[in-house]
C-alpha cells in the first residue's frame, strides 16, 4: 500500500509540472502543488510511519501552499513552515545515528562540507538579501544541519538522495527569488529543477523509513 501511495503522490507531482507549473497563481494551482506532499503525510499517518516524519511532511505541504501565492508575507510564511519542517526532520534522523559512524572520517568530511557549501551560497546572496538577511541565514543553517542529520544515520543511499536534492531544491530556489530578473530565460530551467527536486527529495525521504 505504501509504494502505491508514494507511486501516486509522485505522479500527481508530475502533473504539477506539466500543466500547473506555468500557470498564474491560483487556489486551484495551489491546490495541485500542495496534494502530493499533503498525500505523503497522510500515507505516513496512515501506515503507522514515525509521528515526527508526519509532521514534517505536514508542515512542508503547508509550506507549498503558502509558496504557491507571491507576496513578501506568503514568501515569509512558507520559509516558516519549512523551517520548522526541517527541524522536525532534525529530530527524526539524529534520533537514529549511527555512533561509530559518526565518529569516522567520512561523516566529518560530509559534515564540513555541507555546511561550507550552505555558507558559500549565503555569502554570494549576502548583498542581495536586504531584509531577509537574517531569515535567510537561520534557513541556510537549518537545513545544512537537516542533511547532516541525515548523514548522521550512516551511508543510507535513499534517505542521503533524499536530503541532497531538498538541499539543491533549497539552494537553487533562493538563486531564483534573489539574484534571477521576474523575466529572466533561466527560470525555464531553474522553476522545474526546484520542483522536481523537491517533489524526489520528499518521495526519497519518506521511502526511506516507509518501505
Known amino acids: ?14 502533473v504539477y ?16 502543488k500542495t ?13 503507522g510511519g514515525a509521528h515526527f516524519l508526519t509532521l514534517a511532511l505536514a508542515l512542508s505541504a503547508v509550506g507549498d501552499w ?16 519549512f523551517l520548522l519542517a526541517h527541524l522536525v526532520y532534525c529530530i527524526l534522523f539524529f534520533a537514529g545515528q549511527d555512533p561509530g559512524w559518526t565518529q ?24 542581495r538579501l536586504g531584509a531577509m538577511k537574517i531569515p535567510v541565514a537561520i534557513y541556510s543553517g537549518v537545513i545544512a544541519a ?11 543511499p ?20 534573489f539574484t534571477l530578473a521576474p523575466d529572466s530565460r533561466m527560470r525555464r530551467y531553474t522553476s522545474p ?7 524526489a527529495a520528499q518521495v526519497l525521504i519518506t521511502a526511506a523509513f516507509l518501505l
Open 158 to 177: 535513499v534517505l542521503l538522495a533524499g536530503a541532497a536534492l531538498f538541499m539543491a531544491s533549497d539552494l537553487v530556489l533562493s538563486q531564483e527569488v
Open 104 to 127: 569516522g572520517p567520512w561523516f566529518l568530511a560530509g559534515t564540513v562540507l555541507i555546511f561550507a557549501l550552505a555558507l558559500g551560497v549565503f555569502r554570494r546572496l549576502r548583498d
Open 1 to 14: 500500500m505504501s509504494t502505491i501511495l508514494l507511486a501516486v503522490a509522485a505522479f500527481l507531482g508530475i
Open 146 to 156: 537537516m542533511a547532516v542529520a541525515a548523514l548522521s544515520r550512516g551511508p543510507d
Open 193 to 199: 529543477f526546484i520542483w522536481l527536486s523537491y517533489l
Open 35 to 47: 496534494l502530493p506532499i499533503a498525500l505523503l503525510a497522510i500515507t505516513s499517518w496512515w501506515v
Open 66 to 81: 503558502m509558496l504557491a501565492f507571491r507576496g513578501e508575507r506568503e514568501f515569509l510564511a512558507g520559509l516558516v513552515a
Open 17 to 32: 509540472w506539466l500543466v500547473f507549473l506555468g500557470r498564474d497563481e491560483s487556489r486551484l494551482r495551489a491546490t495541485a
